[in-house]
């Protein structure tokens, strides 16, 4: 608590205290039989005591005009008033204006909202005295021209309102900050991109897509080729690339969404651009993931296995098992676009390897269903079964019974083109022994007579 409240505040409150222990001990030695006489007032809704009595206490005790009115009024009026006594109209007005801003929110979304459960922003003495002294301390820094102090004001209270509750005033005091910010001078142009960049991340909070990327690119132009760094240590230019990477990533997948392929690639290939600038080889690694798939969408697979190999590289140099195993299936499908199915296998067998040397069950399934499903295409239905079999065994230990089902089609679909190669085998030999296998598998119908004829085949190999 700071000026009146804050020189006076915790002394009124102990002085309260004693006032009302002072006027409990009257009103009890007061007894019935002795009652005073003479009008008589009730303090703080609670003890009675005489006129003479509260007098004798507040001339004991030195309370001024200000200290009365620190228990009378309430918070909103206590500062307020302080304010306007100090000659901070601005600092009121502005106040004023966003007590009347919370208010109207709260009531345009009615009960049961979540902003309805909220305090009311002038019943917190401690936030209406934070805006008091950050705000008064703006407004005098303006008046002598001191934009730098007016900009670090501003960005105390925008930080020091980040409670998602508070948000709104974040947002508020970061705009005003980017205001302030560009009419310093003094700096290089450092606060104005700092606020760019702190206003990038607001839209970006906001879901204003164009707008974030409007603010990371002067960000970005600002911080260019400057040694400036915020308090993590990260460099300022790193910051807005890294910011424009996010934003032109989720404009990218609007763009795929709609279709406009075209121009979802160019933006997801500034995205890379501005990942590799901010050397981060993680998101370098993404961003080239994303616009190999963009190009596989246009069935510029050359192309899209180029940014792919990139992922690839920077996730085996990252040694991240997941992405690398994300880059062999998205390099085999785009091999598999082209027909090239040697290739192909290599990279789906890269995938098996990986997803099972780092115990990734869940990609294991995915890659040893896709593996069986490849061989069963081409024929070779006893690969196609091992593979199946083996992305069945382990699907059975994870709980998704969807992707257990998917694997359990494709597994019996491989299966029946197995049987059906071995029983042709048979009527197409029409031996004695043949016949009898085949109907001794009509008796039993088991899966014992076509690995017993795949047992043969390898032996014959």
């Known amino acids: 608590m700071r000026g009146s409240a804050g020189r006076h505040g915790?002394?009124?409150?102990?002085?309260?205290?004693?006032?009302?222990?002072?006027?409990?001990?009257c009103a009890g030695a007061a007894g019935s039989s002795q009652r005073p006489s003479g009008k008589r007032m009730r303090w703080s809704g609670s003890v009675t005591v005489s006129n003479h009595n509260l007098k004798d206490i507040v001339n004991d005790h030195n309370f001024s005009k200000e200290d009365i009115a620190l228990i009378r009024n309430s918070p909103k009026q206590i500062v307020c008033v302080d304010m306007l006594r100090e000659g901070f109209h601005g600092s009121f007005s502005e106040l004023f204006a966003l007590i009347?801003?919370?208010?109207?929110?709260?009531?345009?979304?009615?009960?049961?909202?979540?902003?309805?459960?909220?305090?009311?922003?002038?019943?917190?003495?401690?936030?209406?005295?934070?805006?008091?002294?950050?705000?008064?301390?703006?407004?005098?820094?303006?008046?002598?021209?001191?934009?730098?102090?007016?900009?670090?004001?501003?960005?105390?209270?925008?930080?020091?309102?980040?409670?998602?509750?508070?948000?709104?005033?974040?947002?508020?005091?970061?705009?005003?900050?980017?205001?302030?910010?560009?009419?310093?001078?003094?700096?290089?142009?450092?606060?104005?991109?700092?606020?760019?960049?702190?206003?990038?991340?607001?839209?970006?909070?906001?879901?204003?897509?164009?707008?974030?990327?409007?603010h990371y690119e002067a960000f970005h132009r600002l911080s260019a080729n400057q040694a400036w760094q915020n308090a993590m240590g990260q460099s300022y230019g790193a910051h807005a690339c890294e910011g424009l990477w996010r934003t032109y990533t989720l404009l990218a997948e609007k763009m795929l969404a709609d279709q406009d392929y075209e121009s979802a690639i160019g933006t997801l290939e500034n995205a890379f651009v501005m990942a590799q600038e901010a050397g981060n080889k993680k998101i370098e690694g993404e961003a080239a993931y994303r616009v190999g798939l963009a190009h596989q969408c246009v069935a510029d697979h050359q192309t899209a296995r180029n940014y792919l190999h990139i992922y690839m590289e920077i996730s085996t140099e990252l040694g991240d098992h997941e992405s690398l195993g994300k880059a062999y299936k998205a390099i085999a499908q785009s091999l598999e676009s082209e027909g090239k199915f040697q290739e192909l296998t290599e990279?789906?067998?890269?995938?098996?390897?990986?997803?099972?040397?780092?115990?990734?069950?869940?990609?294991?399934?995915?890659?040893?269903?896709?593996?069986?499903?490849?061989?069963?295409?081409?024929?070779?239905?006893?690969?196609?079964?091992?593979?199946?079999?083996?992305?069945?065994?382990?699907?059975?230990?994870?709980?998704?019974?969807?992707?257990?089902?998917?694997?359990?089609?494709?597994?019996?679909?491989?299966?029946?083109?197995?049987?059906?190669?071995?029983?042709?085998?048979?009527?197409?030999?029409?031996?004695?022994?043949d016949i009898w296998k085949l109907l001794a598998w009509k008796d039993s119908r088991d899966n014992a007579f076509c690995i017993a004829d795949c047992e043969t085949k390898e032996e014959n190999r």
């Open 100 to 214: 009347q801003k919370w208010n109207a929110s709260r009531e345009a979304a009615g009960p049961g909202s979540a902003i309805w459960q909220h305090k009311p922003l002038e019943e917190q003495p401690s936030k209406l005295h934070e805006l008091r002294h950050f705000l008064t301390r703006a407004e005098a820094a303006q008046r002598a021209g001191l934009y730098e102090e007016v900009y670090e004001n501003q960005v105390a209270l925008a930080q020091y309102f980040e409670d998602p509750e508070d948000k709104w005033l974040s947002h508020y005091f970061y705009k005003a900050s980017l205001e302030s910010a560009c009419l310093v001078t003094s700096d290089g142009g450092r606060r104005e991109a700092e606020a760019n960049g702190n206003m990038g991340d607001v839209c970006m909070e906001q879901g204003d897509l164009e707008a974030a990327c409007d």
């Open 347 to 433: 990279f789906l067998e890269k995938f098996v390897e990986v997803s099972s040397r780092n115990t990734q069950d869940r990609n294991l399934v995915e890659a040893c269903m896709y593996l069986g499903v490849i061989y069963r295409s081409r024929g070779e239905y006893d690969k196609g079964c091992k593979y199946l079999q083996r992305a069945y065994d382990v699907g059975c230990r994870l709980n998704d019974l969807p992707l257990l089902q998917k694997v359990q089609v494709h597994l019996g679909s491989a299966r029946a083109h197995q049987m059906m190669m071995t029983y042709s085998r048979h009527i197409e030999v029409t031996s004695s022994v």
């Open 10 to 25: 915790y002394g009124v409150l102990a002085l309260l205290k004693t006032v009302n222990m002072s006027s409990s001990r």
